[in-house]
């Protein structure tokens, strides 16, 4: 198992190559098979209203914005019945912080989902569910529970960011601290329910920061295996305050680099994501090579990403053909990475 100066020390090398090579025998060990998934689902924020003020994030609006917006639920529905129809298993459904939504707004929105759909939950990251809890007077246990028993499946690894509290008390000051977003994964496992793992680098931490953050990720995967996943992906400056203060956006190589060396520290978690959104078809291809075994959705409405200015789009047989050009079998799979029932 690597360690931490080790991983450290692989940040260092100039040995990009050497790096990706050996992230690309991990990934060979855990899939032999040579496949590479995608999933097929849609991206819904439900409000953009937010009272975090996070410096890296164009799309939040403060309360009583004109911008601002809280979906009604017919247009949430009317966005799922589209998924469906695409051939779409699941939604993503991520929002703001706010503090007039307490825990029965969101149990009724799950339960009204799937009292009409036959589809798969992956909603509110861990800074969502910390503020439930905090608005609805509920323990972090209690949320989860209220809320999977109203229809939540799993629960998506975003608001971590990098996971060092100097590093969130300078970019995200309000959001969850690092202990509490580990602590909703946490607790989601330890009800049985899966979750996946996010890191956005290159908004101004140090290595040692990259490093620890995924130390923090593999010490509750050996503790309790609940992640399905884990997704790096890149600061993107355009539209964000941060952007004034940290320049320069993170390159390919330094992309290819992180993503191998999470391949080689996380051993102990599946699945390992290349990211197209973020990063481009073609950089997301040679991550393929770099120890990344899944390219994410093909069906992207992610106003956190796109109003920060990430517009590459791709249909399902575009990215099937990188796939393939790569030497993978393409692979259509579902939230939790199961690819048995489809195609
Ligand atoms: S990243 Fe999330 S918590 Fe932070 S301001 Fe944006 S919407 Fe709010």
Not at 175 to 204: I, N, P, Y
Not at 300 to 315: D, L, Q
Request: aromatic share 8%.
């Amino acid at each position: 198992m690597m360690t931490r100066d080790e991983a450290c020390d692989l940040f260092r090398s100039p040995d990009l190559i050497g790096i990706g090579m050996a992230a690309d025998a991990v990934r060979r060990t855990l899939h032999p098979e040579g496949v590479v998934s995608y999933i097929i689902d849609r991206n819904i924020n439900y409000t953009n209203f937010c009272t975090e003020y996070c410096t890296f994030c164009a799309f939040y609006r403060p309360l009583g914005h004109e911008e601002g917006y809280i979906l009604p639920k017919e247009v949430i529905f009317q966005k799922i019945q589209e998924t469906l129809d695409l051939g779409g298993t699941g939604v993503l459904m991520q929002g703001g912080l706010h503090p007039d939504l307490k825990i029965e707004w969101y149990e009724d929105l799950m339960r009204s989902i799937k009292q009409r759909f036959r589809i798969h939950l992956h909603c509110f990251s861990s800074p969502e569910i910390v503020n439930i809890a905090e608005v609805s007077g509920l323990s972090l246990r209690d949320t989860i529970a209220r809320l999977r028993d109203a229809g939540l499946d799993s629960i998506p690894g975003g608001g971590a960011e990098i996971l060092d509290d100097a590093v969130r008390h300078r970019i995200s000051r309000l959001k969850c601290s690092t202990q509490e977003w580990a602590d909703v994964h946490l607790e989601a496992h330890r009800l049985g329910m899966r979750t996946t793992a996010t890191m956005m680098f290159g908004c101004g931490e140090t290595i040692e920061q990259r490093v620890a953050h995924l130390q923090l990720v593999r010490e509750i995967q050996e503790e309790t295996g609940g992640f399905t996943a884990f997704i790096p992906w890149t600061f993107q400056r355009e539209n964000t305050s941060l952007g004034r203060t940290v320049k320069e956006e993170a390159t390919a190589v330094e992309y290819l680099k992180t993503l191998a060396i999470s391949r080689l520290y996380l051993d102990n978690i599946d699945n390992v994501q290349s990211s197209w959104v973020t990063q481009g078809l073609k950089t997301c291809q040679v991550g393929l090579r770099f120890g990344g075994n899944d390219v994410g959705s093909i069906m992207i409405e992610e106003n956190v990403v796109y109003s920060a200015g990430a517009h590459h789009r791709a249909y399902e047989e575009e990215l099937r053909r990188i796939i393939r050009d790569a030497g993978f079998v393409p692979r259509q799979r579902d939230t939790l990475y199961r690819t048995f029932f489809l195609n």
